[in-house]
């Protein structure tokens, strides 16, 4: 299996619509052939850090790099390093550990999660087994620590903070919402922890490891995890889609493995009966599944979720989300780098994969 990089022109980046949506118009060329080549360097930096003299260790912390990926986080890094010096090697250095964490995270969500598909491709543990996918995405968030540490105290302050946000979002998810918990505004906080946290450090580190001016980076952080916070809302409406091709995974992979998703809790809060007969099929489905059942059981009820209002409301709260994300760059100075970041909050709440 060789690499795939995932730069601007890709087709994984024009899925997204990176390309024509973020770097968009002729003013972006500069822009985007800057974030082209600085993606190139994170590649190239990423395929030898991810080389060990084991060859099985070698070969399962290289696997879902090299399945592909978005690089979300290393593009938001890069593009706000053009609020400072621009791509330093602190800034390279940040973008690759922050990718790595995000894919040691996807090791062991994958396991937590019993996901049989990831990228379009076996997850790890279904190939190696849950102990071998653990301890891959233990070494990839090691490894990230040891390329943030080059940085100093704030780099490692950095990560720090991120990677606990990371594993309290995972541990509230696993755990559940208590007596009194609203279920929406519960998870909303887990989708701040699991996914803004990291984009809002992405969008914080290019700023900071290029010496850009400190008052954008709390602007900077409030955008990444209110944008972090509309890709995940998006996301589980497109966990719901029809076309594993598409999607990269089983569809309705979440709800199979008894993952609440924002269209599943919105759909409980319905006070008609069809909202409540589906309700109860979706979670006997879920018990069946975690009796043994075949997962083909639930089917025929996702596919109605994926038609009912809930989802459709799903939809219009990640794009409330990304509106307010939009509304954080006003602190930063009009140009490129607003434009391209405005055109990606847009773009996270408005795609297909």
Known sequence: MTPSPSVPGSRAARRLGLTERVFAGARSRKLTRIVEDGLARVEESLAAELRMTDPLVDTTIRYLYEAGGKRVRPMLVLLTSQLGNGVTDAVIDAAMALELTHLGSLYHDDVMDDADVRRGVPSAHSVWGNNIAILAGDLLFSRASQIMARNGERA?????????????????????????????AFYLQVLSDKTGSLIAAAAQAGCLFSGG????????????????????????????????????????????????????????????????????RIDAGVDEIAAGADPAVLDDALAALRDHPATAQTRRLARDWSQEAIAALEALPAGDVREALTRFAVAVADRSS
Do not use: N, W
């Open 156 to 184: 490692i302050q950095l990560q720090a903070d991120t990677f606990e946000r990371l594993v309290l979002g995972q541990m509230h998810e696993t755990i559940g919402p208590q007596s009194g918990d609203d279920p929406v």
């Open 213 to 280: 001016p400190t008052e954008y980076e709390q602007p900077l952080v409030v955008f990444g995890e209110k944008a972090g916070v509309a890709f995940q809302l998006l996301d589980d409406v497109i966990d719901l889609s029809d076309d594993p091709g598409e999607t990269g995974k089983v569809p309705g992979t979440d709800l199979r493995a008894g993952v609440p998703t924002m269209p599943y809790l919105l759909l409980g809060r319905g006070e008609d009966a069809a909202s409540a007969a589906l309700h109860e």
